[in-house]
């Protein structure tokens, strides 16, 4: 598996020469940067001893050389530099969000939305700066260090130098000290910030309950609970960060305040000149910058390998349901559906060892092609659950499920979701026009093919009296729609690709009987050749199948038969027909 150093080592195989030549440039600008001391004392010293209005103008001239040529590279090595990192940070960020496409449904139960964000866009960001102004930061104060250090020693001597750069190494030995906290707190950070996200996320998600229930006030203030942690974590950062600068300057400022003393007697005596003088004075100043940068740096790498820590969790987690045991060409051609002993607990979300509760205990059926089942059965008997093994979002031991006789697993994840035309219970649509929500952006599907789906379905009447008929948008999540529109526009989206295998959950409620009865009846005859299980509560719709399996709340198999056979069995499907009939005595 992939880790974070991986993809920006790929990254940086391909694009290394504008990476390597951004920062060779942003050596020889700093160079020259760093020259503009010395050559003003050179021009200082001309002036003192009243040299030739020539020299004085050479001397000027190479001060404003060395100004343009150090901003002219700059501008050139941060194009090169961070046109690098910024299209690191894409990269990275796409196969982020590439690995998250390939993740089993566990994933995202021990994942919040909110904190997949933050590591997305915050995280990827701090690791771009890292690569931009971490390695920029570095190299400049590096480079500086240099050329202000040769040019001390060549204008005052080395007593007076080392004097000057003696806070260096202890300064550079505090801030390598530090670094563990700094990328601890930076850590605490980003985990706060996640979960700030999330609750964003979930109050915007269901933000209608919020408003129903008048939790408006209670939801803001759990909500400034999570900023003031944020907040807190914020200001222990702030007391080590800030704290380096000030050090640095004090240090650098009492280094300053003896060259003055000290360096003034060196010139009365005539032991330097007043333009070497000046230089050192310039110099001091200079260095203070790289060395208090250092610190700034620091935090920026720790901020950086934090964040590759925290991306890593993600790229180092592989998916449970995968292609290993897949066998090519093995495909869905029929729908002839077998559950043989079918057992399974959903995961924990947390790290806990306890034993999860079964969800379907030993269940065993068989589905013909082309035939229809409906599922019914008390909340909480695994309907939904069987729906979601089926399209292998979860990991099922071999032989428990055979699909045209091959074992589930042999089947191509991809190969089997593309048989498989699944109507969830919650019919999510995008923010996007009716057509592509059909259509779901695949243009090998043409216009006609989505209006035969859409009539399937009795809805093409209600989309043709909007303004912009099929080009409608519908919104976030479909918003701008009804519960029954969006049903059917969810159950049109996966009869347009004609599959093999129709499996709906429980889509129709927010539709009434009679349209439920209406549009089952339509999908029997678009259906044909299709195999299909109908997951539902209302046993109306039942009645439309060709068999009925009924579970009970323990995710066991209750009965399975015809509608009639169960009906004259007397048992739980019986009991359901008279309470949802009305006919079922309360005593």
């Not at 093919?449 to 912009?468: G, L």
């Not at 059917?488 to 959950?505: E, G």
Request: aromatic content about 10%; charged content about 20%.
């Amino acid at each position: 598996m992939l880790t974070t150093k991986d993809h920006i080592l790929y990254y940086f195989s391909k694009k290394w020469k504008m990476y390597i030549c951004g920062l060779i440039l942003v050596f020889v600008s700093t160079y020259f940067n760093a020259s503009i001391p010395r050559l003003l004392g050179v021009a200082i010293d001309h002036l003192r001893y009243s040299s030739p209005p020539n020299v004085i103008l050479i001397a000027a001239r190479n001060i404003a050389i060395a100004a343009f040529l150090g901003f002219a590279l700059r501008f050139i090595w941060r194009y090169l530099v961070f046109g690098f990192t910024r299209g690191a940070e894409t990269y990275i960020r796409a196969k982020l969000f590439e690995h998250l496409e390939t993740q089993s449904s566990e994933f995202y139960i021990k994942h919040s939305t909110g904190d997949i964000i933050t590591r997305s866009i915050s995280d990827v960001l701090s690791i771009r700066r890292m690569g931009g102004f971490g390695f920029v930061g570095v190299l400049d104060s590096i480079t500086i260090l240099i050329v202000a250090g040769v040019s001390m020693f060549a204008s005052v001597g080395v007593i007076m130098s080392l004097m000057a750069l003696l806070p260096v190494p202890f300064l550079i030995v505090f801030i390598a000290k530090i670094r563990v906290t700094l990328r601890r707190r930076q850590y605490e950070i980003r985990e706060a910030t996640s979960d700030l996200a999330s609750k964003v996320q979930e109050n915007l998600t269901g933000i209608r309950v919020i408003k129903t229930y008048a939790q408006e006030t209670s939801e803001t203030e759990n909500f400034k609970k999570l900023s003031r942690v944020r907040w807190d974590k914020e200001i222990r950062m702030a007391w080590i960060s800030n704290s380096i600068a000030p050090i640095i300057q004090v240090s650098f400022a009492i280094v300053f305040s003896l060259f003055i003393i000290f360096g003034s007697q060196m010139v009365a005596n005539g032991t330097i000149s007043i333009g070497a003088f000046t230089a050192f004075n310039g110099y001091i100043i200079m260095i203070t910058w790289p060395v208090s940068q250092l610190g700034r740096v620091a935090e920026v790498w720790q901020s950086g390998l934090s964040s590759i820590e925290r991306l890593d969790e993600i790229f180092k987690h592989k998916p449970s349901v995968t292609d290993d045991f897949a066998e090519e060409g093995t495909k869905v051609t029929h729908g002839f559906i077998e559950i043989n002993n079918l057992e399974f607990a959903y995961p924990s979300p947390s790290l806990s060892t306890d034993v999860a509760p079964i969800v379907l205990d030993k269940i065993s059926f068989t589905i013909k092609a082309g035939e229809t089942l409906a599922i019914t059965g008390p909340v909480g008997c695994g309907k939904t659950t069987l729906a979601s093994i089926l399209l292998r979002q979860w990991k099922i031991p071999q032989g428990m499920i055979k699909i045209d006789s091959n074992d589930i697993n042999s089947i191509h994840v991809k190969t089997l979701r593309a048989a498989i035309g699944y109507v969830p219970q919650d019919n999510f649509l995008f923010s996007e026009s009716i057509i592509e929500n059909i259509r779901f952006y695949d243009n090998s599907i043409t216009d006609e093919e989505v209006y035969t789906a859409a009539k399937a379905v009795s809805i093409h009447d209600n989309i043709m009296a909007f303004p912009d008929q099929y080009n409608t948008i519908v919104g976030e999540r479909g918003m701008t729609l009804s519960g029954g529109q969006k049903q059917r526009i969810s159950i049109a989206r996966a009869l347009v690709r004609k599959p093999k295998i129709l499996l709906l959950d429980d889509c129709l409620s927010a539709v009434d009987a009679e349209t439920e009865h209406e549009i089952i009846h339509e999908l029997q005859n678009y259906m044909q050749n299709t195999t299909g299980i109908i997951i539902t509560h209302r046993v109306a719709a039942t009645s439309l199948a060709d068999r009925i399996l009924v579970l009970n709340s323990n995710g066991q198999v209750a009965e399975i038969g015809t509608y009639d056979e169960l009906i004259d069995l007397k048992g739980e499907f019986y009991k359901l027909v008279q309470l949802q009939s009305g006919e079922v005595s309360h005593d």
